[in-house]
């Protein structure tokens, strides 16, 4: 959901780890891989197939003889496959914003993180839909050779999991360590718990639960209503001219506030005026926030597709976990056979504690092997990216409880 | 802030008093004056003055004798004059949605009802910058004669309220009974008692505090930049053509969900979808939230003017009661004379109850008559509005309460 742009002051407060530090996984480069193509579409939960996907990743830590020390990490609404290090390829990329700063979850992934690549084969792909190198709907589309647009098949989360599923046997790999993810990854963790309760030993979900509240819904269908009424929308096929950048600035920023606890917000602005001292009396930019909030909204319309977006989210307000048991969460939980960790963050609005806890205590229920931790923490849903430091304590506890059974 | 329009739903669900029923005001006639002209122009916060104002404001029961049986209602965001009974002009006004309900608080307005129109005289009036009947940015510039757009000033809660002073002046009241609204009707409420603390006994604030969060800033900041940034919009000089519809649904939608609580929308639509069935696989209205929304939204464009709606949440964003004391609340309260009932709801999010505490605490401090109550209700902030039989006790118990004194 959140990404670093989103939270870049209180990183900065925090220690960077430059390439060159031992904690870091250094410079990294992109990986692409064809994982469905004519003769092997991969089928959607819509009912149609797509092919081809091409599906970027990338690959820190070393897979062990017996491949069975890997890791997938998924990423989050706004996300991509640089999890960790610094972006050797980011000009290439064309995403330049990658040179200022490490990986999204940098302070979780290295040597001697939480997610150790000393022991552990760290994975991450971008998604599919997604704008950052794995098909999407600004891909080419194979039967009118222009971008899809919203010919693009609606996907889901769960196509998105068989997708990830195509790239771990595509690495060989039988069975996943973990699958861990805050948000919108969370929701993908969960997913693999589900879909595949065969090939993955132990699942972390922060940030997330079993479904998106009503209100969750409603902000994330003003967002799109925003980007689809924008005159530059024109029916998501403006790959060839301007692109709707004040409907996805909209959306981000609406989408923002909904990022940051009320708290967070009060104590980062207090209601300060951009002149230091009081109202200017226009319509325009006056308080610290809205500079804030303005900024932060451009910058997300250059470095995401508006397409993307409106898929993205739809996939976000899809998924519930509950389908796997025909309406019925404790039921879907049957299925599970992973070891599970929840975290929740006190101050969440958009994924609430109790959300998390309810999707846990329907796994104590079906006497699953999960635990469930609520981090007291201000900063609201983006405390999965902020809140590193009491989050690795606790995915360090629980990745060596599952080695030591 | 909220209006009939967007609670429409629960309200159906109450008995409503038809223009006959005892227990109506029955049919109304609004009222134009006139209160600032060129020899006496309105001063105002921002430094400029403004002439000519005219004032839209209705009346119910009788002012006594003595005079001092007024009791002043302000209304909030998307309200007007119409405060109770049925608009015998709803047509001439050219407002034909108010001939479908009664006035916005009629709950709470009427013969018999909290405030009981047998024995008080209820006025109310709309605001300077609204869109109903009083001079806003839809009138014409005696300067240019054209409208106003963007030409017009920005005005301040405090700009209000002096304009309300000269509207009770002009009815021959010295001394208010009482002066009532709810979330920014609250605070032109608490602005009555700091601005003119010998001319009003009682104040009454609902679902309102000091000053409006940064997260409340930041929704505000939403609305008017989706607005602003419609094609429409032509830097407010759109009365001669197309109006910003979309730019104003999007800032209604996104407002709208901050009226409503969590617990709330979940029981409303509990992520049903328009089909009855499941995922449609699209881009569009999917779930019943986004419909209703989509609609909120539609029929709000056609009944606000979308410079109204950035001039007013323009004034909320700027209103700060501890101003009065230099930007201490403590010292601004101070100069408090009237008695106060402060009553917030436990669910709402957009002035939440530990704010309306925070006030009331100020005011204890400076030992003045003030209760403070929470009433528990799941409605959110729309509470105020819904939540009228529990708030009807109140008000009859604190304005009996002033009789004894």
Redesign the interface.
């Known amino acids: 959901m959140s990404d670093v742009l989103s939270v870049v002051t209180e990183r900065a407060t925090k220690q960077q780890d430059g390439p060159e530090s031992p904690r870091s996984v250094g410079w990294t480069r992109s990986r692409r891989v064809r994982l469905a193509d004519k003769q092997n579409p991969l089928p959607l939960?819509?009912?149609r197939t797509i092919a081809p996907v091409d599906v970027e990743y990338e690959l820190y830590g070393k897979l062990n003889e017996e491949r069975d020390n890997a890791i997938l990490i998924v990423h989050a609404l706004s996300g991509d496959a640089h999890v960790a290090g610094w972006a050797a390829d980011a000009e290439e990329l064309g995403r330049p914003w990658l040179k200022t700063r490490p990986g999204w979850w940098d302070t979780m992934v290295g040597p001697g993180k939480a997610f150790d690549t000393e022991k552990y084969c760290v994975i991450c792909s971008n998604i599919l839909g997604g704008c950052y190198g794995t098909t999407g709907p600004a891909s080419i589309d194979p039967e009118t050779n222009r971008p899809y647009g919203?010919r693009f098949?609606?996907v889901?989360v769960g196509d998105w999991v068989r997708l990830q599923e195509r790239l771990v046997s595509y690495l060989g790999i039988q069975r996943l360590l973990a699958v861990a993810g805050g948000s919108l990854g969370g929701q993908q963790a969960l997913e693999w718990a589900l879909a595949f309760p065969d090939r993955v030993d132990s699942v972390i979900i922060c940030a997330a639960a079993a479904?998106l509240?009503?209100?969750g819904?409603?902000?994330n269908?003003?967002g799109?209503?925003?980007i689809?009424?924008d005159?530059n929308y024109r029916q998501g096929d403006y790959y060839d001219g301007s692109t709707p950048d004040?409907g996805v600035?909209?959306a981000r920023?609406?989408a923002h506030?909904t990022y940051?606890s009320?708290v967070a917000?009060?104590r980062?602005?207090?209601?300060r005026f951009c002149n230091g001292e009081g109202?200017g009396?226009?319509?325009g930019?006056?308080?610290e926030?809205?500079g804030y909030?303005?900024h932060q909204?451009k910058a997300f319309a250059e470095r995401f597709d508006a397409n993307s977006y409106?898929?993205i989210t739809?996939a976000m307000?899809?998924y519930?976990a509950a389908a796997w048991g025909g309406g019925d969460i404790d039921q879907a939980c049957q299925r599970i056979k992973s070891r599970l960790l929840l975290v929740s963050f006190s101050s969440d609005?958009l994924y609430?504690p109790e959300q998390t806890k309810e999707l846990a205590q329907a796994l104590y229920r079906n006497r699953k092997l999960a635990s469930y931790v609520n981090i007291d923490s201000s900063y609201g849903h983006d405390a999965f990216l902020l809140e590193t430091d009491k989050l690795s304590y606790l995915v360090r506890c629980f990745l060596e409880g599952g080695e030591e059974q």
């Open positions: 939960d819509c009912g919203l098949p609606v889901t479904r509240s009503d209100q819904l409603a902000f269908a003003v799109r209503h925003a689809m009424t005159p004040q600035a909209i920023m609406l506030i940051l009320e917000m009060n980062k602005f207090g209601r109202p009396f226009h319509l930019v006056d308080f926030v809205e909030l303005r909204g409106l898929y739809r307000d899809y519930d609005w609430r």
